[in-house]
């Protein structure tokens, strides 16, 4: 069944939230829908908030204050039924080096519910999809950055999540790895899930987005699809690097003339 | 998401089995070490407990009484290890653990995390204790021809005895993170490890055990075994262990007690799994901002390595690894415990009356001596296996930066060795000036044993540092893994052949020496050139391993692929 994004309740809601670390705030006051079948890009700079702000809506940070919702289950109160319908995605991903490809998906499965031959066919099927096939009964110590990558989104997805969080998703990806997860991310959302990608990689952005949050300093300054972000920053350019940049504040060009 | 909390302990069950299953060159060796290693040390323990147990027997009711105290304090020091080992383990399990950050995101109920981890942290804290406890009991049980009860007793009494106190540490780790501010998470480490090593220091004065070697006090020693007894008091659980194993070993059976040892762990299991639903995701999440830690800046260190004649580059190197080593409280807390051995050590020297042997004070102080430089030596391997083998590996994954900067690969090994040596050889020096200090040994020895420190610093030191580099694990999570590889297991068994025959090179010429010199006879001239020629072969043999653990260790990093 193919969802049309935008029309459904949002699977990712999140409302005020805020985090603090002692007197610095790192999020102030972030807000952002995500609905069934959309994907969200979430852009800023190096220490604006995005990781922290992915962080908390999976469950790993508790924020200083804001309301999180996923699948329609807040995370404060109903933290289980809220994390069953996500997928998360990290930058520097923990994997159990000593298990097997197989083994971890299937640990993780079981963390889901997932059992018995069910669990065993969406396994073969995921790791068919992200080419991990062959490598299903190898240490995962012996996994390039991408393969554990790849191995990373196939337990994410491995679950039928609702809703995904992505962290990074391209670092250390080669072109047909990059390739293979900008069609899965399309499939999936297709298929009604929610995808919030937080990346620096405009390109990827610019290509698979619905819509995109601009964060800086802990707080949403732009959000819309590329054409409206392009006329919030009264841009003709095609390529969204000058929007970002306008939004955000300066090149830099200007402080490495200085240098050199 | 209704999985058995056990599930959550599959991964490490699975990677034990696959790291069986796959081995890796040399894992046999170690393996095989190992199993000698312990299996000697458990036939030792097992011995010593039958024969003091053997030993008591004969006293009857005194014996019976000596023996019940005994396994009170037991259990009481084990107690005591149990607690603070398990506020340093629950900091990671429960906390820094790096595979929480894949649990946290997942949908498990907090009441089975906790469960999971708990099982983690009681395994992890106590594991060594029971290695320990089994022989000790078995030995008492087969000296005094325990039936099979007594056995099925110290099983069902050891369970609870360990998780009450992991417990009790379990929760002082929670609530510590929770009330201290975040950033200082790692920091509460720091100050266990000093309470630990303080409580250590401040038992064994309470105590003073060398009142039982004089004569002169022989009244006293009913206030030995008061004083004994004080801090084995009622409300304790090694209390209640000791009385219901002491009774089992008579064939009765002590109810109360080992109730009260099933009722405390499992009133406190539940009690921590409450408090631990309710304040562990808090703590977690403050654990993570950890990350960005308070540091001090150690300016001071840039201005004394300023003043030292090195080059940049050494200089540089210096000021890293100095840095990286102060700012992680995980590596120097160790060296609190250390410390605190080293404390008991000299103040056994201190306490130790020698005089009161008239005619044989002098013979036995210099023997004392020599089994003082070899416990010196031992002391240094130990230091030098945790801290100076792991030096090359402790650069991990960064190791790239000096490959690619334009230092010579000898300069950066030669820099780790001299970091190293300084501490090792300070620490170890001290010892042995004070110990000898404290027993009073002859000039000659006193001289002679400096001198042999200061050799054997530059071979043990040297040798750590060549086979680190040898044998480094760059991708190994921390030092005590790196010293548990390989090469650091072949680092300890070199490291005691060559403190036994460096001490033996050292001590047999002083003895011979020291033995002509009471007796007024002066040494033939062969004799004067055996004596020489020891002491050469002994400065040679350092200066060898040294030179040649060095020129082997560069050449490893340079022909590094």
Known sequence: MLVQPGVAPPMIAVYDLVKKYGGFTAVDGVSLEVTPGEIHGFLGPNGAGKTTTIRMIAGLLQPTAGRILVNGHDLASSPEAAKASLGFIPDRPFIYEKLTAGEFLRFHGGLYGMDGSGMTDRVNEMLEMFELSRWEHELVESFSHGMKQRLVMTAAFLHRPRAVLVDEPMVGLDPRGARLIKAVFRRMSEHGVAILMSTHTLEVAQEMCDRISIILKGRIIARGTVEELRALAGSDDAQLTPVFLKLTGGSGLQEIDEIV | ?561
């Open chain 2, 1 to 561: 998401m209704g999985q058995p909390f056990p599930y959550l302990l599959l991964p490490s069950i699975w990677a034990s089995r696959n790291r069986a299953r796959r081995r890796q060159p040399g894992d046999l060796v170690r393996g095989l070490l190992f199993g000698v290693v312990g299996l000697l040390v458990f036939v030792a323990v097992l011995w010593g407990s039958f024969w003091l147990t053997w030993q008591l027997s004969k006293y009857a009711e005194l014996g019976d009484y000596l023996l019940r105290l005994g396994l009170a304090w037991l259990f009481l020091t084990f107690l005591s290890f149990l607690a603070f080992s398990s506020v340093v383990t629950a900091l990671s399990t429960f906390f820094l653990s790096e595979d929480l950050k894949l649990l946290m995101a997942t949908p498990i109920a907090p009441r089975r995390l906790f469960h999971a981890r708990f099982a983690r942290t009681i395994g992890q804290a106590s594991w060594m204790v029971v290695a320990f406890l089994v022989p000790v009991l078995a030995g008492v049980g087969i000296a005094r021809c325990a039936g099979p009860q007594f056995y099925v007793t110290a099983l069902l009494i050891v369970v609870p005895f360990v998780v009450i106190p992991v417990a009790a540490g379990t929760a002082a780790t929670l609530v510590l993170v929770n009330v201290f501010p975040a950033r200082r998470a790692r920091d509460i480490l720091m100050l266990m490890g000093l309470l630990f090593a303080a409580g250590i220091v401040v038992v064994l004065r309470m105590i003073q055990p060398e009142r039982l070697l004089r004569v002169e006090s022989l009244p006293d020693i009913t206030g030995f075994f008061a004083d004994l007894q004080a801090p084995a008091a009622v409300l304790l659980p090694s209390f209640w262990a000791g009385e219901a194993l002491f009774t089992s070993l008579q064939g009765g059976r002590d109810w109360l007690h080992g109730g009260a040892l099933w009722t405390t762990a499992l009133g406190l299991t539940v009690l921590l799994g409450a408090a631990c639903e309710r304040w562990h995701f808090a703590g977690f999440s403050k654990a993570q901002e950890a990350r960005k830690a308070r540091f001090t800046r150690l300016r001071w260190l840039e201005g004394i390595a300023r003043v030292l004649p090195l080059s940049d580059v050494r200089r540089h190197l210096l000021i890293k690894d100095v840095k990286v080593f102060l700012r992680d409280v995980s590596q120097w807390s160790q060296l609190l415990l250390l410390l605190a051995l080293v404390l008991v050590y000299l103040y056994n020297f201190q306490v130790l009356d020698l005089e009161r042997v008239p005619y044989m004070s002098g013979i036995v102080k210099n023997v004392y001596a020599l089994i003082n430089l070899g416990m010196a030596g031992f002391v240094m391997a130990t230091i030098a296996v945790r801290f100076v083998f792991p030096a090359v590996s402790s650069e991990g994954p960064a190791f790239w930066i000096i490959r690619t900067a334009p230092i010579a690969l000898r300069d950066f090994l030669w820099s780790k060795f001299w970091t190293g040596l300084v501490p090792v050889f300070l620490l170890t020096e001290t010892l042995t000036v004070l110990a000898n200090e404290f027993l009073g040994i002859d000039p000659f020895l006193k001289v002679a044993s400096a001198v042999a420190i200061l050799f054997m610093s530059l071979g043990l030191v040297g040798l750590a540092t060549g086979l680190g580099a040898r044998y480094p694990r760059f991708n190994a999570e921390n030092p005590t893994q790196v010293a548990g590889s390989y090469g650091g297991v072949m680092f300890m068994v070199l490291a005691v052949l060559f403190v036994i025959v460096a001490c033996a090179l050292v001590g047999w010429p002083s003895s011979l020496y020291l033995w002509h010199r009471a007796r007024g006879v002066p040494l033939s001239t062969f004799q004067q050139w055996s004596v020489a020629l020891c002491f050469a072969a002994g400065a040679a043999l350092s200066l060898v391993t040294w030179w040649w653990s060095m020129r082997s260790g560069v050449r490893a990093l340079e022909e590094m692929e």
